[in-house]
């Protein structure tokens, strides 16, 4: 995925037309699109193929079984065009290398979650949780930009690992805070699809980004 915007739209909509124009109309303004359940099970799983085809696809279904299974999934999302692949960390190290394995290296990792819970289980172990993606040879970490003091924390463990940051937008989380702390992405949903104009939403965001680093 390219660095330029440093804007991931987050694609949480239930219908593929309606993905589909929002793609066409943001593309130069996102450098990649995240896909999640609602929109792969409204959709059906050729929608990661039809985005491809305008921006790199992150397959965000969060894989949390075990290695078999992990993998069994990684290639499906791979075989249908997705560049990425998000994947749980509390399953294991074994667990986490079956993704990254299948994702020839291009998986995320989740560590502290962004949303008020993520306080409860993720954040007491997402040092453990980064150490480990690190260690499994993952692209990256997703942390959360509702807590930025945390990606600089995480920041810190994991070296030149890639960050990608929700929350910004309708979590409450900045673009600029989630930046300046160490993100190289931040990924963003309602903010832009829920937008009067995606576009102009999405260009907003990514000249911010560009000024604040
Ligand atoms: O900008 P929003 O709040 O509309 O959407 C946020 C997106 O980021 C949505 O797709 C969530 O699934 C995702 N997300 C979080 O909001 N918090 C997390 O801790 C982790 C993710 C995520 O992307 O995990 C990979």
Redesign the pocket.
């Known amino acids: 995925m390219q660095k330029k915007n440093r804007v991931i739209l ?3 909509v239930t219908s593929g037309a309606d993905a589909v124009k929002i793609v066409e109309a943001v593309k130069d303004h996102v450098d990649a699109v ?1 896909i ?1 359940w609602p929109l792969i099970l409204a959709a059906g799983p050729d929608i990661i193929r039809q985005i491809s085809r305008h921006r790199d696809v ?1 397959c ?1 279904m ?1 894989i949390a079984d075990i290695p078999y299974i992990n993998g069994l999934i990684v290639n499906q999302a791979m075989s249908r065009g997705a560049s990425a692949v ?1 994947c749980h960390g509390f399953t294991g190290e074994d667990s986490v290398k079956a993704c990254v394995d299948a994702a020839k290296g291009q998986a ?1 990792v ?1 560590t ?4 008020p819970g ?1 306080k409860q289980f ?1 954040a007491p172990v997402a040092d453990k949780l980064a150490a480990l993606a690190k260690g499994a040879g993952a692209r990256g970490i ?3 930009a509702t807590r930025p003091e945390r990606i600089a924390d995480l920041r810190k463990l994991i070296g030149d690992l890639e960050i ?1 940051s ?6 409450g989380g900045k673009a600029t805070d989630a930046l300046r702390a160490g993100a190289d992405y931040i ?8 937008a009067k104009d995606p576009k102009d939403a999405a260009r907003a965001l990514s000249e911010e980004a560009r000024q604040s680093l």
């Open positions: 987050a694609l949480d995240k999640n992150i965000d969060k998000i995320f989740v502290e979650m962004s949303h993520g993720t997703v942390a959360p990608i929700p929350g910004v937008g309708a979590q990924i963003v949903g309602r903010a832009i699809y829920e």
